[in-house]
């Protein structure tokens, strides 16, 4: 999933306090499932909002609604009657929804409520942990399903540098070094045999290096 | 030895010539200096790229170096493309202490245009952030803010948009305005044939807070400039050039005179000077400036 972390309070009210109208947009994917964006947080999000301009005397409307997803016209569309009444939107989705929502209404302010951070896993109740970063040319195939792109604080493709230590990376005791891990699962599946090949170098294009991405499939275009 | 002619010709308000000088694809540097030697005093300073179209060579530091240390002054270019801001700071502090008093800051183009298709760029920061970076070295300190065992004073220039053919003229100049205030004190333009195309944006900023330089670029042919009217975004050469360059009995000498011209135009209309590129052509340099 996307995780994305709850920007705090203040930023948004530098936002939004110029507005009258203002709705809450949440967004029932990833941010709802790494409890940043989702219809508990806009309600949360509201409420403090409006708690903080009612104490400064203001009278604003604050709305609140939480679409299925922020990343596809056919959700976004069901904001299309009301959209007119407000002033601005507080999108609580990704990076990717605030976009999306703003491509779709060019006359609404639209502002990000999240810090939008990586693609990631659930490690454990309250944490969210880095796994890819859609380099566009999987190798995971070849590393032992670990990927060195993500994990790796050098993204190094042919072992671990000289930092490894304990099965830490150098950057920190709290980060496992993504090599330590690699190592250790194709020695688990017996296929050590792998880690002796150098790996081919690394072609980024297909990354954001090569500027942004669009995938295109004739099959299923209309 | 710091050589800084470049300088003082801005400073005084004489008309200063620059020729670019492309370091060579490999490690024999002969072919650059014997071209370069060959219009030392013509020429004030030149200026050497960094891997201009995202092509493969040696950097323009080292280029740059080699230069230098035959006398010859140069301007370094400095690029966001390859280096992050720890390499960019080590660079400057390097061409610094070798004798390289001017730099040229470029965006630099994505590593698509060049022939190392595979390769990431960097952009850790961009051209504004790099001209404050320079400013910054030049008040003793790295961007960490931690203090310099002597600080680089450079003369720092960007490259700008300025003349170039779909370009907003207020987008333009606001942005040239700010390179200004992050510390630019010349601006180096996309080729320009005549004083037309980059007038709408000299209308809009301060003149005297600014050395505004031209490039002027050597046609070659008249296929090479119709192919540049129509397949470069950003040169426009006027049809009137292709329709001389048509007619014209011997096209390379009528080319030449075409670069003379437009130098003898951009002094006359009080610009700072003007950059020679010869691309690929710096046998002609000698020619273009003679008498000019
Ligand atoms: S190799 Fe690339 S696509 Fe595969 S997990 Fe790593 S970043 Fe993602
Ligand atoms: S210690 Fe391991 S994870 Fe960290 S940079 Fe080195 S190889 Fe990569």
Known sequence: MIVAEKKPMEEII??????????VLGCNECVTVCEAGGKKEVGVLASALRMFFLKQGRKMRIDERTLERQCDPEYLEEIRDVADGYDAVVSLACGVGVQFTAEHYPNLPVYPGVD????????????????????????LASTGGICPVARCAKRLFNGPCGGSSDGKCEIGKDTVCAWQLI???????????????????????????????????????? | MHLMQFRKKLEEGS??????????????????????????????????????????RMSALGGAMVLQSKGMETIVQVCCRDRNRIALQADL??????????????????????????????????????LTAVSTLRNGRDMAGVELLGAPDFLMGA??????????????????????????????TPPLFSVETIAPVLKRIDRSAVHIIPTVLLLKSLGMARYMARNVAHIHVPDALAERLETAPDRVRECVKIAKETISTFRAEGFSGVLLSTMGWEHKIAEVLEGV
């Not at chain 1, 530098?14 to 709705?23: G, H, P, T």
């Not at chain 1, 990631?120 to 942990?129: L, P, S």
């Not at chain 2, 020729?19 to 002969?30: L, R, Y």
């Not at chain 2, 300025?162 to 992050?182: F, R, Y």
């Open chain 2, 15 to 56: 008309f200063v010539v620059l020729a670019e000088m492309e370091p060579p694809k490999g490690v024999d540097t002969t072919v650059m200096t014997g071209h370069a030697v060959k219009v030392k005093g013509k020429v004030d300073a030149f200026l050497v790229p960094e891997m201009s179209n995202a092509v493969m």
């Open chain 2, 159 to 188: 490259s700008v948009n300025a003349g170039a053919p779909g370009i907003s003229p207020e987008v333009e100049a606001d942005d040239m305005k700010k390179k200004i205030d992050a510390g630019a004190r010349f601006f180096i």
């Open chain 1, 183 to 222: 190592i250790d699962r194709l020695r688990a599946l017996g296929r050590m045999e792998e880690y002796e090949r150098i790996a081919p170098i690394k072609d980024w294009s297909t990354d954001r290096a090569g500027g942004p991405r669009k995938i295109v499939r004739e099959d299923l275009a209309p």
């Open chain 1, 14 to 23: 530098e936002e939004v306090k110029r507005f009258e109208n203002i709705l």
């Open chain 1, 116 to 139: 939008t951070c990586f693609m990631g896993v659930t490690e454990a109740r309250g944490m969210w942990t880095e796994r890819c970063q859609g380099c566009g040319r999987c190798i």
């Open chain 2, 93 to 130: 502090l390097a061409a610094y202490a070798c004798g390289i008093t001017s730099v040229m800051a470029v965006t630099g183009q994505e590593p698509s245009y060049g022939d190392h298709h595979q390769a990431r760029s960097v952009y850790d920061i961009d051209l504004l952030e790099l």
